[in-house]
């Protein structure tokens, strides 16, 4: 499963779909998928010139929203910190602004072929078959399309006449970004089908057309059939066939709560868009977008290559040398982005060619990149976090600083195994820095570190909330960037909102269906037949924690890692409670399983991402990795068994546990 990142493209890819979020070597992902359409049917001028016509406007308005969300809670920031005066407005402005990143923010991802799906299945299928798997992805992603915007209409229809509380402007407004969201996406699947699978479409669109209209004509003889478990049995099925088989996991969970819906006729087909609209209609998740934007300028200012001199001063002499410098390099650009795949793009990028020149295994640091990213999901910011405290009743600020130490232990555990291969191969130290090389990099770091100062002492000390927190690190950062060390252009800047737009919508748009999915799961009542599972085990604490965690890692591997969070943690926490673990503890646990899910080798989306930043091979990577899991999976387990980890600062804090 991949996104944002991964193998470049061979020739025999070429009679495939493009690698959806996976750029060909030296090229965007948008100039892969010209690329392969090209090879496929060149496209008329009048298509050429509408699609580019489609994307600027996509892009000016994403941009437009990025820096108006910014300007809103940023300037609420100032106005209330400086003149005790807070814009009572805010909070409409912002969630109508997170709607629309969400869901045309998500339609953009998928035009540039952002989002995440599964090829390790797909990938040894034969050529003709494959493109067959292809184009019913398509079709199907063409179907949610024009059915999601169909029942989305009567909701506006419903919501024309009702009035905001504050602002006063038609609640239909909220709804409208969903509608414009499925139309974008229609259109980009029709262009696809059109363009880059014709030759397959008409051996493969009259059978799907058929076989979906006869299912709608034939509802009433099938439908007892799905009484009962059957509806939440075909919708699972159904679910991990099509994602298996080519469909992108976020379109995969709204296929599988639209079969359920329609199948059970548990509610009506408008709870469709109306759950996905509810799953992001969240003021907290607004710090998704400032957490990834500060992460891109921490790339694109120097400001990564700054913190990572600084750790390299201070502990590259360890047995292991840049392999240490990065699990510590991990950990304190964790504490800033927010958003793993960034932070394995900052510090991936800034090592990668230090390492070639000290003759380090490129595939070593590969895996030594991934493991250290799974040990970053609980520091401190966390986009995984912030969605657990988004679903659930826990704390945001009490998983903050839960985070902090069970990061640390996991850290130390891949450091420890570091120290003994480098042992075992017999690899030289580096030389200690001396005195003034620890201070010049001292001074080059204070800078960035006040990044994460501000991130973390805002929330601590209660003086903002994450969102508004995360706006004043993005601030600074530009400051940082742009105006103090003068490596932030406005045209890097600006190319550095547009892919911060397309990944907070295709987050935002992923949390939208995995919410729908999550809805059906529960009106399905599975979580009282979970609870029934549970019990088998008689209630020992410790087993029921560590089958979670197997849940979890199996789910965070198919479902991306979000998703598996979404649906899974309104699901598991309330049995966990009740039968005594604590939940913040608890939710930490499940933040690191989903972690070492999304990093497994060979199929996790996040290993993919690694290998293709540290430009080596997946079966190589893999194989170094293999005691690296083993490692992640013991720390995760010391985690898991010892409360105290997690509890002990948050204790200390006073936060609520």
């Given at each position: 499963m991949r996104h944002d990142g991964g193998e470049g493209m061979t020739d025999s890819d070429s009679d495939a779909q493009p690698r959806v979020g996976i750029p060909c070597t030296g090229k965007s992902d948008r100039d892969c998928h010209a690329q392969e359409s090209e090879k496929l049917l060149p496209l008329p001028t009048l298509l050429v010139k509408v699609d580019a016509v489609i994307d600027t406007t996509l892009k000016a308005l994403l941009v437009a929203v990025v820096l108006a969300e910014l300007g809103v809670i940023f300037s609420h920031v100032v106005s209330r910190s400086a003149f005790n005066a807070a814009f009572v407005w805010t909070d409409e402005a912002a969630r109508l602004i997170l709607m629309t990143l969400g869901f045309i923010g998500g339609a953009f991802a998928y035009r540039r072929g952002e989002h995440a799906f599964i090829r390790f299945v797909i990938d040894v299928l034969p050529a003709g078959l494959r493109r067959a798997c292809y184009t019913t992805a398509e079709l199907l992603i063409l179907m949610l399309a024009i059915t999601t915007g169909i029942n989305a209409l009567p909701l506006i229809v419903a919501r024309w006449s009702q009035p905001s509380p504050i602002l006063g402007f038609s609640m239909a407004w909220f709804a409208f970004p969903i509608l414009a969201s499925m139309f974008l996406i229609a259109v980009t699947a029709t262009e696809r089908l059109f363009v880059q699978y014709r030759s397959t479409l008409w051996g493969v669109g009259p059978p799907f057309g058929a076989l979906v209209l006869a299912l709608i004509l034939t509802r009433g003889a099938w439908r007892p059939w799905l009484a009962g478990e059957g509806a939440l049995v075909v919708s699972i099925s159904l679910f991990f066939l099509t994602v298996l088989f080519g469909l992108p996991v976020s379109f995969g969970l709204q296929l599988g709560a639209l079969l359920y819906l329609y199948g059970s006729g548990t509610a009506p087909m408008v709870a469709l868009p109306q759950k996905m609209i509810s799953g992001i209609d969240n003021f907290i998740l607004l710090a998704i977008p400032f957490f990834i934007l500060a992460a891109k300028i921490m790339d694109k200012g120097g400001v990564s290559l700054r913190l990572v001199r600084f750790v390299q001063a201070f502990v590259g002499h360890l047995r292991g040398g840049l392999f240490q410098v990065m699990v510590v390099s991990m950990y304190i650009v964790s504490g800033i982005s927010g958003s793993k795949v960034a932070d394995v793009a900052a510090v991936g990028s800034v090592m990668r060619d230090m390492l070639r020149r000290e003759g380090y295994n490129l595939e070593q640091a590969t895996a030594v990149l991934a493991a250290s990213a799974v040990m970053g999901e609980t520091v401190p910011p966390s986009i995984p976090m912030l969605v657990l405290g988004s679903v659930?009743?826990?704390?945001?600020?009490?998983?903050?600083?839960?985070?902090?130490?069970?990061?640390?232990?996991?850290?130390?555990?891949?450091?420890?195994?570091?120290?003994?291969?480098?042992?075992?191969?017999?690899?030289?130290?580096?030389?200690?820095?001396?005195?003034?090389?620890?201070?010049?990099?001292?001074?080059?770091?204070?800078?960035?570190?006040?990044?994460?100062?501000?991130?973390?002492?805002?929330?601590?000390?209660?003086?903002?909330?994450?969102?508004?927190?995360?706006?004043?690190?993005?601030?600074?950062?530009?400051?940082?960037?742009?105006?103090?060390?003068?490596?932030?252009?406005?045209?890097?800047?600006?190319?550095?909102?547009?892919?911060?737009?397309?990944?907070?919508?295709?987050?935002?748009?992923?949390?939208?269906?995995?919410?729908?999915?999550?809805?059906?799961?529960?009106?399905?009542?599975?979580?009282?037949?979970?609870?029934?599972?549970?019990?088998?085990?008689?209630?020992?604490?410790?087993?029921?924690?560590?089958?979670?965690?197997?849940?979890?890692?199996?789910?965070?591997?198919?479902?991306?890692?979000?998703?598996?969070?979404?649906?899974?943690?309104?699901?598991?926490?309330?049995?966990?409670?009740?039968?005594?673990?604590?939940?913040?503890?608890?939710?930490?646990?499940?933040?690191?399983?989903?972690?070492?899910?999304?990093?497994?080798?060979?199929?996790?989306?996040?290993?993919?991402?690694?290998?293709?930043?540290?430009?080596?091979?997946?079966?190589?990577?893999?194989?170094?990795?293999?005691?690296?899991?083993?490692?992640?999976?013991?720390?995760?387990?010391?985690?898991?068994?010892?409360?105290?980890?997690?509890?002990?600062?948050?204790?200390?804090?006073?936060?609520?546990?």
């Open positions: 659930t009743s826990i704390s945001i600020g009490a998983l903050f600083i839960g985070g902090i130490i069970p990061a640390a232990v996991v850290g130390v555990c891949l450091m420890v195994l570091i120290y003994f291969q480098a042992r075992k191969s017999k690899a030289r130290c580096a030389p200690r820095a001396t005195l003034r090389e620890m201070a010049t990099a001292s001074l080059g770091g204070v800078l960035p570190l006040l990044m994460l100062v501000i991130l973390l002492g805002g929330i601590v000390l209660g003086i903002a909330t994450p969102t508004e927190v995360s706006s004043v690190a993005v601030v600074y950062g530009i400051l940082l960037a742009g105006l103090f060390y003068r490596e932030l252009g406005l045209r890097e800047f600006l190319r550095g909102v547009v892919d911060c737009a397309a990944t907070a919508g295709m987050i935002l748009f992923i949390l939208a269906t995995s919410s729908s999915f999550a809805w059906t799961l529960t009106v399905s009542h599975l979580q009282q037949r979970i609870v029934t599972i549970m019990t088998s085990i008689h209630g020992s604490h410790w087993l029921f924690m560590l089958a979670t965690v197997g849940v979890l890692v199996v789910a965070g591997v198919i479902l991306e890692g979000l998703p598996a969070l979404v649906i899974f943690a309104p699901l598991l926490l309330p049995i966990a409670t009740q039968i005594g673990i604590n939940r913040l503890h608890y939710g930490i646990v499940l933040v690191i399983a989903m972690g070492v899910g999304a990093f497994l080798p060979p199929i996790g989306s996040g290993f993919f991402i690694t290998c293709a930043l540290c430009e080596t091979s997946i079966e190589g990577s893999t194989r170094k990795m293999i005691p690296f899991v083993i490692v992640l999976l013991i720390g995760l387990v010391l985690v898991a068994l010892i409360p105290w980890f997690t509890l002990y600062l948050p204790m200390k804090m006073k936060f609520v546990v």
